[in-house]
């Protein structure tokens, strides 16, 4: 905290990089800024969703359950990411990272849409129960504590460390593991079918931006690695003490369907689905050890998150 009279470096500004010396538009922040205004600007409010009412009444009873009981995941893990990402937009600024802060802001406005995705499902198939229920031990350990506890910490100790932990529950655990499972259920759910075109389309459009959040996640922590690599050890423990809480989500999911999962779900391969997930992020930030930092800067964003590209592609 300042002393009196003193103002902190955020308070004041002794410089301003855009018309100093410019923005550099080749670093992955800057490059994922510029696809964000392109891909991330769709409008929930404009999904159609009149099949997907007609298809939620035909559907059975422990089919519509599983489907509220994985949107109740969703969509509070879309309002928690997008109430406890401001830290770290914080952190970056004080870091004077423009470009970084500049791509968190897309970052930001695209939770924030994603929540208001999910609601506007629910209003339109007439659900309106508190659907918190749903929510199991593992869940709450991870959205109701780890990851507001771990982003909000960055206010008072903004230290690699810290980003590191903050990064690694946020980008890897919350986005990297549990949201792509989440997809993977709702595809697994849905294409057969032909069920819910809109809500598939949502899915789509979010995991598109979800790629590229991975996708900077994985630089971010990647780039505190390169600057100091006992980070990686920081960011290994973290990702297994998350994890079991991250299996404990999808054991807790998948045992309330019973003997005859729903949309017959295959629980074991969920899991397996998540570990892999798992696996490869960590393989991705090992591969920065050694790295110089100007070469990581440049790197593809598929290099971080090989989905960024497929995703694209298949939501333009
Ligand atoms: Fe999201
Ligand atoms: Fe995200």
């Known amino acids: 905290m300042p002393r009196c009279g003193t103002r902190s470096m955020a308070e004041i500004h002794t410089s301003f990089q855009s018309i100093n010396k410019g923005i550099d538009w ?21 999904i159609d969703y009149s099949q997907d009412v007609k298809d939620w009444n035909a559907i059975t009873e422990a089919e519509r359950n599983a489907m509220l009981q994985l949107v ?10 997008t109430l406890d990402l401001l830290p770290l937009v914080k952190t970056m600024a004080e870091e004077g990272r423009l470009e970084e802060e500049m791509y968190l802001t897309d970052f930001l406005f695209e939770e924030s ?13 007439g659900c309106h129960e508190d659907l918190s229920q749903y929510h199991t031990p593992s869940y ?20 690699p460390a810290a980003q590191a932990e903050a990064s690694v529950t946020y980008n890897m655990i919350v986005e990297g593991v549990l949201a792509e499972t989440g997809y ?24 598109t931006d979800e790629s590229r959040h991975i996708a900077y996640g994985v630089y971010l922590l990647s780039r505190l690695v390169a600057v100091d690599d006992s980070i990686f050890q920081v960011i290994q423990n ?5 994890m079991q809480y991250a299996a404990g989500v999808i054991s ?8 005859n999962p729903p949309f017959a779900f295959d629980p074991n391969d969920f899991m397996q689905y998540g570990i892999r997930k798992f696996q490869g992020r ?23 998150e090989p989905e960024v590209a497929e995703m694209e592609q298949a939501a333009t």
């Open 252 to 259: 807790e999911l998948t045992a309330s369907y019973g003997e």
């Open 72 to 81: 109740s995941l969703f969509g509070a893990g879309e309002e928690a990411v």
């Open 184 to 207: 993977y259920g709702f595809r697994k759910a849905l294409e057969p079918r032909g069920l819910a075109p809109g809500f598939r389309r949502t899915i789509q459009l979010i995991a």
């Open 26 to 46: 080749t670093l992955l922040p800057a490059r994922l800024y510029e696809k964000g205004k392109r891909l991330g600007t769709w409008n929930p409010h404009e």
């Open 113 to 125: 849409k994603h929540t208001e995705a999910f609601r506007r499902f629910l209003d339109a198939i």
């Open 238 to 242: 973290r990702m297994s003490y998350l």
């Open 282 to 304: 960590m393989a991705v930030i090992e591969r920065a050890r050694g790295k110089k930092i100007e070469e990581l800067y440049r790197l593809p964003a598929e290099e971080y």
């Open 140 to 159: 709450k350990k991870i959205f109701y504590e780890e990851l507001p506890g771990a982003m909000h910490r960055l206010l008072t100790d903004p230290s």
